[in-house]
Every structure is written in C-alpha cells, then in structure tokens.
C-alpha cells in the first residue's frame, strides 16, 4: 500500500511489478509547496496526516473503515513505474523512513530497495509467500504531492516456484479487503497494450465498485501502444467513473525530470497521442487529481469515522464500567462471580428460547436463527446427495 508521504499496508513503494510480500503504503511528504498540486497541499495535509495517525491506532480493526487510495494492477501493467513519480524519490534526496513490525529505521535511496527486502522476509518469510501486514516507506521532500496509498501485490494467477499454490487466492483476498470499503478510491492500473475488459484487476475492481463511481484509471505505456488509444478510453468499455489518465512509463535510467518533459512532448506532439484531451494526460495530470479526489473523500468521510469512534468507544467505556471493582476478599469475588454467571444465564435464555438479540445487534452470524438456518441447508443436501447415490 502506499502513500505520497509514501505509505503502503505498510507505507512502502514496490520496486518491480513482482508479487510481493507484504502490502506496501507510501506516503510522500511535501514540507514545502510542491509545484504540481501546490494550492492544495496545505489543506490536505492536516487531513492526511489525522487519517494516518488513525491508521497507526488500528481503528480499521474495530471496523471503523478510513479513507484511502488503493492501488492494483495485473502483471507488468507497469504500477511501479507509476507509483515511483508520484514518491518522487528518485529525483532529489528525500528523507526515507520504513516502519514496520512497531520499528521505525532510517534509510537512503541507495539502501531503500535493500532495506525493503529484509522488512518483507521478516514480515513474510524468505520464500515468495504474502502477507497482509503493513509495510510503510515514509518519504518527505520538497515538490512532491500530499498522498498516502495503499500499494497492493500485484495479482498473480499462476504460482511460480516458491509460491503456495493458492498464491492468486490469498492475493485476491488481500485485493477485496481493501478494494470493498466505500471509503476506499481504486486506483487501477492498464497497460495500453492490453484490452482493457481483460485486465484481471478491472474484474476485481467491477466486483466491489459496478458503477465505477469509485474508481479511477491510469493507463501506462501509452508510448508502446498509441494506436486506438484514444478510443479506448473515450469508449470507457469498462466503465471507470471517474476517468482515465494516460502516462508514459520512465525508460531505464531517465532522471526524473527528463521523463517528465518526454512525457510532455509526447502527448503534445504524437500525432494519436496529441488527440487526447490535456486534462487526460500525464503525472503531473495524475498527482494533481489524486490529491483532489483524496481531499475530497476524507472530507466527507471524517465526520462519519469519528462518529463512529465516539459510538465505538461509548459501547467500550459501558462494558468497562459494567465490569467488577476491585475485590478485596473472597465473598465479594464470589458475588460478583455470581452476578456474572446469573447474567450469562439471562443472556442465553434471551438468544436460545426467545430468539431476541438486542445484546449483540452487530454480531449476526452469531444468532441461532442463522445458524439454525444454515444447519438445515446443510441437512437437506445431505439428505439430497444420499438419495442421489441411492438412486445410482
């Protein structure tokens, strides 16, 4: 997972479009006023910032979703090549900070990559499995975008060796726990070469978002495949609500600014390419709606979260005061177990005999009914599939 202020599920920013290890987040801090989304970083930043440090508390652990930018793709669709402008790191030298596992380590552009491994095999292991902890590469510079994304393993359908055979559902699980929230804006990455109704993460993506109304398209190597380009993505066949934005890919050693100024040349002056309207195109084009989108949904979204931690921690302090005092001899300890047992009693009589279920509203695969329900099913096909043989 990653942010810009480079977080990941763990902000970290991947190297390659290899399976990974872990999530990876990546939040790119800009201390000062970043040349491509300067007038709105201020105001996003104090919301950015609120977000991660809900994050770090594991509120989404009591169910509390916050806002986030997800990022998927299929192999080689290039996010890496994406992800890496939007960090900015390999221009001027950033601050870098990995945290992960409660650590907190100091690292440079040189040791990053390095750095990175050794967190995911502690994280995950030597060999190529996954995990769905968080992995979280902090970079700060100047003239770079406010984000924070959530930077997910690339969707791997068959197992190389290594690998668990169940590789592409353990990943696909990852996917859907984060893509699912409606708090969460999917980021989905397309190479050009490839039909877009095609794309692994586009099926995914359609699962938990039909109207696309959360979903925003970059498509990578627009320079490999101008051709229908322009087509593709006005038709919008996969329905991606809210736009696509075409960019070029950095090609070996380009600095960062040498890439930047291609990628402008080239959709100035290609003759398909030039076609695409300018607000459809570039990194630049690309950081600058992130962080609208994102300041958006944080907005909209903050004021449900704290509602929702104030319920969550009134819920908590009730249960805690319900709780026995201290007990300073055997007679009170004995009353009070009582009391608790007399309680226990009263709760069981309410779920099993009058099917009522005020105590426990939330937790519905708990209720008798439903498991009643499901007890049954399960008998009838029993039943069925022994008829069925009995019948052979």
Known sequence: MMETSSTKPSNVQKMDDSS???????????PCSPPIVASVNDRIRPLLDCVDRLRHLNIMQEGIQLPTIVVLGDQSSGKSSVLEPLAGYRSTAPLLCLEYNGKSVDVDEVSVADAIILATDEIAGHGKGISNKLLTLLVKKNG?????MVDLPVITRVPVQGQPDDIYEQISDIIKTYISPQESIILNVLSATVDFPTCESIRMSQKVDKTGER???VVTKADKAPEGLLEKVTADEVNIGLGYICVRNRIGKESYEAARKNEAGLFENHPLLSKIDKSMVGIPVLAQ???SIQATIISKSLPDSERKINDKLATNLAELNRLPQHLSSMAEALTTFMRILSSFKDSLKKILLRGEFDEYPEERETHCTTR??????????ELHAKNFDGRD
């Open 372 to 381: 009643l329900v499901e007890m049954l099913h399960q008998f009838s096909d």
């Open 20 to 30: 990974s290890s872990e999530s990876l987040a990546i939040d790119v801090v800009a």
């Open 144 to 148: 770079v975008p406010n984000l924070t």
């Open 215 to 217: 979903t925003l398209a």
């Open 289 to 291: 709606k992130l962080v």
